[in-house]
């Protein structure tokens, strides 16, 4: 079945630090991947998307790749500020599933200036 | 700008209580879902609705039921409560999936101890 595994947190860095969270996947077709970012006391929140292989997903100087010959779609910002400390969840949905989302356990990330 | 609400951000109840975690949508979704999130397991779903009055079971239904009487609104209900449900309760909401890549909105969570 399908499934997602992400790194290990808890992951602190100083502010400016380069962040890396790695996250590979199992699926038995073409998932769509995604990263969401649960900031303290909310909800998830979509952060950024990738739908096909190669494609890149950015926003708020996030980025990651849909990389389909290592089967991951790692996280990467190149400078963290304090404001980023959040739980990031790596996810991806198949449309021959019915589009059920399968969720990473998350990292929580805490940046310290 | 879209939006997926829930009934109390924190709850306090009593072991044997029955309690109701409520969800509003107000994107006209079709589907809607309940997860429980814990520290080290991610986000593991309880029940989802495609449909009014329709329901199907997730990956750890035991413990709880759902009710989906209108289409914005989900109910997650914990018939007896016991103290491994102390958690936090996702609601989300989205369409069927007509697109890859279309996301599931999320509401703020409600904490639940149960004492």
């Known amino acids: 079945g399908d499934s997602v595994t992400q790194m290990e947190g808890p992951v602190t860095l100083s502010e400016e630090a380069f962040l890396t969270i790695n996250c590979t996947y199992t699926a038995t077709g073409y998932p769509s991947l995604f990263w969401y970012v649960q900031y303290p006391g909310e909800g998830l929140q979509l952060l950024l998307k990738a739908t096909k292989a190669d494609d890149k997903g950015s926003n708020k100087g996030f980025e990651a790749t849909y990389r389909k010959e290592t089967t991951s779609f790692h996280l990467e910002k190149g400078s963290v500020q304090v404001s980023d400390s959040a739980v990031y969840f790596c996810?991806?949905?198949?449309?021959?599933?019915?589009?059920?989302?399968?969720f990473g356990t998350g990292t929580s990330l805490t940046v310290i200036p | 700008d879209v939006k997926v609400t829930q009934s109390s951000r924190y709850l306090v109840k009593r072991t044997g209580e029955k309690v109701f975690l409520e969800c509003v949508q107000d994107m006209d979704h079709e589907n809607m879902f309940w997860y429980r999130q814990d520290p080290g397991l991610g986000l593991r779903l309880i029940y989802f609705?495609?449909?009014?009055?329709?329901?199907e079971k997730g990956d750890i239904p035991e413990g709880y039921s759902v009710s989906r009487e209108k289409k914005e609104r989900f109910s997650l209900i914990l018939e007896s409560a016991s103290t491994n449900q102390t958690s936090m309760y996702l609601c989300a909401s989205d369409s069927p999936g007509l697109a890859a890549g279309d996301t599931q909105y999320f509401g703020p969570g409600t904490r639940l101890t149960v004492l």
């Open positions: 996810a991806l949905s198949e449309l021959n599933t019915g589009n059920q989302f399968y």
């Open positions: 609705s495609y449909d009014v009055k329709m329901k």
